[in-house]
């Protein structure tokens, strides 16, 4: 996949309006934002458009709003809702909570200009409002999954998105591994660039993983292999190092024929685990597993509370204990491939980070790649996470913004939203 694509600086944005697409999708509490930093995230791209003399009509999903009534009396009646519970008016009582408008405001305080909010995503209110719009300006569309083609790529919603505007500009990563037809449907009807969260993106990843600097380190953590078989199988490709922890590690353990006790286990995988192994010594890629392993009787409830734990070697774990973290001689072999690296990749926890006593695993990944002059570059989700928690968020070279976008680059997959743009 072309990962060179042209950004909003490659055309002239002078007087055009402009469907810019960000990621708006922010937690709300009782409809007020709880944290603002995917907004924030979006202002240099949104402010360089009104700089450059754009009219900008930004549009985002939030949530996933059920788009029809008959499909909400589906749901509710699968999940046993009352009947008498079911009404329209409870549906658009949904619809409401995950409604833009709080996105508009805090925009509008950010920005210091009034952002106009239109009450509908391609209905008469936002083609009104757009019609009007002048350069320098900013509005924004109501929640895109309001429509019920949004999730479907249907093309006569991306081509009445795109007959608003004159230019697309994506600008929301972690949107671009889904074919919707506001990532990629527009893209058909309109010239298409990216903006500069997804620039910065595709710039760094991309080159991590097509042309890294070495010794190229990835640590792969979370609980499933299942979950990351491609990426376990791209990136033998590609690294010199393979680092596996969190519960994944066990499945690996196991099919190295260690007892792993009660710990996760994808049974179904061993043959799979054993493959990579011998793919791993075929390449000349050294594969770390973890050599201790910090153990429980049973998963900690609830999942932060105490928990009695204590460190055996890895083909030591007792048949009724579970693994629930990497060991502390882990953790120094884990922190040592990272410090020694020149580009780190890393995606998923070491263990369960939620809980204080099982989180110090990930902290030392987290602080190794803090220490690193290595470029490392975080994959979203719980380890983007666990390095903002921890306070090393600006020791990083790059956090991902997409959590299933950065699994999808790992895998070396096409993103439907990256190929639809342009290409430099």
Not at 16 to 36: A, E, H, M, Q, W
Not at 316 to 323: A, F, K, L, R, V
Not at 354 to 360: I, V
């Amino acid at each position: 996949m072309n990962y060179a694509k042209k950004s909003v600086k490659d055309v002239d944005v002078a007087g055009k309006k402009v469907l810019l697409r960000c990621d708006f999708n922010v937690p709300t509490k009782d409809g007020v934002i709880t944290s603002d930093k995917r907004i924030v995230a979006a202002l240099p791209t949104i402010k360089y458009l009104l700089d450059n003399g754009a009219a900008v009509i930004a549009c985002s999903h939030m949530g996933k709003p059920i788009a029809t009534y008959d499909a909400y009396v589906k749901k509710q009646t699968e999940k046993g809702t009352d009947p008498e519970k079911i009404t329209e008016e409870a549906w658009q009582k949904s619809l409401k909570k995950l409604s833009l408008k709080p996105v508009a405001a805090r925009l509008s305080e950010l920005l210091g200009i009034e952002v106009k909010m239109a009450s509908d995503v391609v209905g008469e209110s936002a083609k009104a409002l757009a019609a009007e719009l002048k350069p320098g300006e900013l509005m924004l569309l109501e929640n895109l999954r309001y429509e019920k083609g949004e999730t479907k790529n249907n093309p006569d919603l991306a081509k009445a998105l795109a007959s608003m505007a004159d230019l697309y500009v994506s600008d929301a990563f972690g949107t671009v591994h889904r074919a919707h037809a506001s990532t990629a449907g527009v893209a058909d009807y309109l010239p298409a660039v990216c903006g500069f969260l997804i620039e910065k993106e595709i710039g760094i990843m991309g080159k991590a993983l097509a042309d890294p600097e070495r010794p190229f380190v990835a640590i792969l953590g979370g609980a499933k292999v299942s979950d990351k078989l491609n990426v376990i199988s791209n990136l033998l490709e590609k690294v010199d190092t393979l680092i596996i922890g969190g519960g994944m590690a066990y499945t690996f353990l196991a099919a190295k024929g260690y007892g792993v006790g009660t710990s996760l286990l994808d049974s179904e995988k061993l043959d799979y685990c054993k493959e990579m192994m011998a793919k791993a010594e075929e390449k000349g890629v050294k594969l770390l597993l973890p050599i201790d392993t910090v153990i429980a009787k049973s998963f900690p409830d609830p999942i932060d509370g105490p928990i009695d734990v204590e460190t055996v070697p890895s083909n030591e774990i007792p048949d009724d204990m579970m693994g629930l973290d990497i060991g502390e001689k882990t953790r120094e072999l884990f922190a040592e491939a990272a410090k020694s690296a020149k580009t780190v990749v890393w995606n998923g926890p070491m263990g369960v980070f939620e809980n204080p006593t099982l989180a110090k695993g990930t902290i030392a990944v987290a602080q190794a790649l803090a220490d690193s002059e290595a470029t490392t570059i975080v994959g979203g989700g719980d380890s983007a996470a666990a390095c903002e928690q921890l306070g090393f968020a600006d020791k990083i070279t790059h956090i991902s913004t997409g959590g299933g976008a950065s699994l999808e680059f790992l895998e070396g997959k096409e993103l439907p939203g990256v190929a639809a743009l342009l290409d430099k």
